[in-house]
């Protein structure tokens, strides 16, 4: 067992466990394990440093007529960085699209819509209550931060995945429909992201439960349908659906 600066772990009966609490990280276990079951994913930018690593792939944004997206997890949580390293994009004539969860300060959308191309806006339920119960926060913050968000003139399409139990009702699709046409009309497109459990091995490997473990992926025939109900806001759909 490396020697952890910060005794963040410990050798148990099921394991080596990290308290990541105590942990810095420095990296120290993962560069040790012989076997590679501790890897880091991720690293440490500055923005000018990943405007550096994007303008790598200047040729391709050039021939597609594409960008840079900005994801996460949810990077609204970064606002300053996001901001120097969009201004940084602009400067070099990089397209830079940020995509949001919506669930972010309103100052922090207003400071960032002038400095994108195009916004990402994730709508998963249009109903509070339903909202609330499958993601523990009411979707109120959310709509009116969509709502704002297209009065400012920003483009925007919306992305909305689609998982059985959760978001796949017909009635979700029609009240986020309803929505879009009345609240938000500079959408240029609204995205039905079928669910894959792709993340599933992700969760296990980081010990943490899985919320939706026996959920299975939308078939192409419910896609479909409920991109039929989708095209009632007016704006173009793109969803998979293999009968439509
Ligand atoms: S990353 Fe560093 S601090 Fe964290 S558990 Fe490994 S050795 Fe300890």
Redesign the pocket.
């Known amino acids: 067992m490396?020697?952890?600066?910060?005794?963040?772990?410990a050798l148990e009966p099921e394991g080596m466990r990290?308290?990541e609490d105590?942990?810095?990280?420095?990296?120290?276990?993962?560069d040790a394990c012989p076997s590679g079951a501790?890897e880091v994913i991720g690293g440490r930018w500055t923005p000018a440093e990943l405007l550096e690593q994007v303008a790598k792939d200047r040729a391709f944004y050039e021939t597609s007529g594409g960008g840079v997206t900005v994801s996460g997890g949810e990077p609204a949580m970064q606002p300053d960085f996001l901001e120097a390293f969009f201004a940084r994009c602009r400067e070099a004539g990089i397209a830079a699209a940020l995509d949001t969860c919506g669930y972010a300060d309103w100052s922090v959308y207003e400071r960032l819509a002038p400095a994108v191309d195009l916004i990402l806006f994730d709508l998963k339920i249009a109903d509070r209550t339903d909202h609330h119960e499958a993601t523990g926060v009411y979707s109120d913050r959310i709509l009116a931060n969509a709502a704002a968000l297209a009065e400012s003139g920003v483009p925007i399409w919306v992305r909305t995945p689609i998982v059985p139990g959760y978001t796949a009702s017909e009635e979700n699709i029609r009240a986020i429909a309803h929505f879009i046409r009345e609240r938000m009309p500079t959408v240029e497109r609204w995205d039905l992201l079928p669910y894959t459990n792709l993340g599933r091995p992700k969760y296990h490997r980081l010990g943490l439960a899985y919320d939706l473990e026996t959920a299975e992926p939308p078939t192409d025939s419910q896609m479909a349908r409920l991109a039929d109900i989708a095209e009632s806001s007016g704006v173009q759909v793109v969803g998979s659906g293999d009968d439509r």
């Open positions: 490396p020697a952890c600066p910060s005794n963040a772990l990290i308290d105590r942990c810095s990280p420095c990296d120290i276990c993962a501790l």
